[in-house]
């Protein structure tokens, strides 16, 4: 398997996405992404995101899992594929942290309801949690596919 080089990591920015990789994520794709219970067991769920600079906003109803999860451990790893490819997709390890809750949560979860062609007021008053994912790398698989 011949191995890649990655342009060095500023761990307090992540890794730069290419142009490439940043056009693929701008559509309104679902994303399957991997938190790490407390116990180390890996798990997963499906969710929207939105590009936020270098990284990506993504929004959970307070009290799941991945949130908590991500509050004991910020590794996280991203799968966004396309629909009409499926074998074409991206993979994004990082690392998430919280960036808000309340009202600015919860206009978030608006914002990503309009992105995927969702009623937005169905989201209104609920208690939501907004987090940043740092991305430390990234990565294309399938574009030929």
Do not use: C
């Not at 949130?67 to 799968?79: G, Q």
């Not at 499926?86 to 994004?92: E, F, S, T």
């Not at 914002?111 to 990565?139: E, H, M, N, W």
């Amino acid at each position: 398997m011949p191995s890649t080089t990655h342009p060095a990591v500023d761990p307090a920015l992540g890794a730069p996405l290419t142009d490439r990789l940043r056009a693929f994520l701008e559509g309104p794709r679902f994303a399957t992404i991997s938190t790490l219970d407390p116990d180390g067991a890996p798990h997963q769920a499906v969710i929207w995101y939105a590009l936020d600079g270098d990284g990506l906003l993504i929004n959970s109803h307070v009290g799941r899992r991945w949130p908590r999860n991500l509050d004991h451990d910020p590794r996280i790893a991203v799968a966004v594929y396309e629909t009409e490819r499926p074998y074409h997709w991206v993979g994004l390890k990082g690392r998430g942290a919280p960036l808000r809750d309340g009202d600015a949560a919860s206009a978030d979860i608006r914002d990503l309801a309009r992105r995927y062609g969702r009623d937005p007021l169905k989201y209104a008053g609920q208690a939501r949690v907004s987090f940043r994912v740092t991305i430390d790398d990234a990565f294309e698989y399938g574009a030929d596919e």
